[in-house]
């Protein structure tokens, strides 16, 4: 991990040396109020700090600890870079977001009671995981500090205050999500009681929001694609044609040759027969492939698949 990363439960007094003088770091740090009473003051706010409290000290913020008298208080700190994150993937994406919007509160991060308690297992999972330097330490640090954003950015009063992060996915979103796993998955069976498992529109929202989308219903979508991956195995391979039907997902070889038929004007046996090797000898032909259905589009990937 190059990110700098660090995590320790400290006991205050007498807590980490000069915590009491103003300092600054070239990291953010995380605080969490386990035990006792005691107090932060950072970029000119003073604040209490109580069990369950939780601040966020951005990098480059001038701060210190607050030690009453007689008065005793234990902390997690976790101190972390940004750059533990990258910005290209989305979940880390929705990391920083999370990180920027707990900048912007200046010090104590708003929290639920239940949040306050949602989030302790976490530090106590992050303590032991690195204490222990177990195998793919690295990889669970990241993924429990992950868990911990995202449990402060699902949060009621973290998500009611200041700016909106983290947005759910919208509907185009989903709908993207659905074309890739038809992309990835057509050889399955895939109905649309299996996509809306993991789509959570309501049936008749659904086939609105696909056809608007794509222009095509999930059906036809999926039987296009179906179609341009048995045409290519049937020019470039010698497998049965069964088998193409099989591996391609459908679930007959009949239904398959009726679909073929009325896409192409030929059976499967006949447009192999007609055009097998062409497309893979790399030789030119003047006569060209009949065009389908899905092959008469200009693009058969609508641009929405770009536009994330």
Known sequence: MDAYFHLSLNHNPPGCRN?????????????Y?????????????????????????????????LFPPDR???????????????????????ALDVVEKMAWFRGKVPLSAAGQQHVRPTFDELLVEFQRKDLAYHAVLKMLTLR????????????GQGRPTCPPPSHEQMICEVVDYLDASYMKAIT???VLEFCPLSRSHFHAIFKQT????????????????????LVGTNAAIADIAAHTG??????????????TGLSPGDYRKRFAGREC???????????????RAADPFPPFRRAR
């Open 192 to 194: 649309v009681d299996s």
């Open 148 to 159: 911990l954003l995202i449990s402060i950015a699902r949060d009621e009063d973290f998500h």
């Open 72 to 94: 005793k208080f234990d902390c997690y700190v976790l101190d972390f870079q940004s750059h533990l994150f990258t910005p290209a993937l989305p979940g880390d994406k929705e």
């Open 214 to 233: 794509t222009g095509k219903t999930l059906i036809e979508y999926l039987t296009d694609i179906r179609l341009k991956k048995a045409k290519e195995q």
């Open 281 to 295: 000898s790399g030789k030119p032909t003047k006569e060209r492939l009949p065009l389908g259905r899905h092959d």
């Open 33 to 65: 109020c386990t035990f006792g009473e005691g107090g932060q003051c950072a970029d000119g706010w003073k604040f209490a700090m109580r069990p369950g409290d939780m601040f966020f000290i951005p990098a480059g913020t001038e701060h210190r600890s």
């Open 250 to 263: 459908f679930s007959s070889s009949s239904y398959f040759g009726q679909l073929f038929r009325s896409d």
């Open 19 to 31: 915590a009491d003088s103003p300092h600054v770091h070239d990291y953010h740090q995380l605080l």
